[in-house]
């Protein structure tokens, strides 16, 4: 066998893996993202979903978010699932940056008029 092989989608990986010495693929193990982790694109001025929030369309801005904050393992700071630690805990300032982040976040997926009333 080649090398370089051109892979039927259809293949079955298990029977690549008999033609093939297991000593040649190496494995990595993957590693769980904590919600307490930042991306470098994960910063306050990033509009993370769409449409804005104006009175009419609370369901689908609902909605949107929440996926938004999901996909960024965020949505448990804006449910209250991840409760905020004791200031002395060593979680404490990790908590308030995402804290933080998350309310950029929300805040800015918001129309500028209503923006103003939210705390």
């Known amino acids: 066998m080649s090398d370089v092989e051109t892979l039927n989608p259809v293949t ?3 029977s690549i893996l008999k033609r093939k ?3 040649r693929f190496s494995y990595v193990q993957r590693r769980t993202i904590s919600s307490y982790d930042l991306t470098h694109s994960d910063n306050p001025g990033t509009l993370i979903s769409q449409p804005l929030l104006p009175r009419p369309n609370y369901d689908k801005w609902s909605i ?3 996926l938004a904050l999901q996909a960024q ?3 448990g ?3 209250g699932s991840i409760p905020k630690p004791d200031d002395d805990s060593e979680d404490y300032e990790d908590w308030c940056a995402n804290n933080a982040l998350v309310v950029s976040w929300i805040k800015l997926t918001i129309v500028e008029t209503l923006r103003s009333s939210f705390t």
Request: proline content about 0%.
């Open 12 to 14: 079955d990986c298990s």
């Open 21 to 23: 010495s297991l000593t």
């Open 64 to 66: 949107n978010i929440r």
């Open 73 to 75: 393992k965020k949505f």
């Open 77 to 79: 700071f804006a449910d």
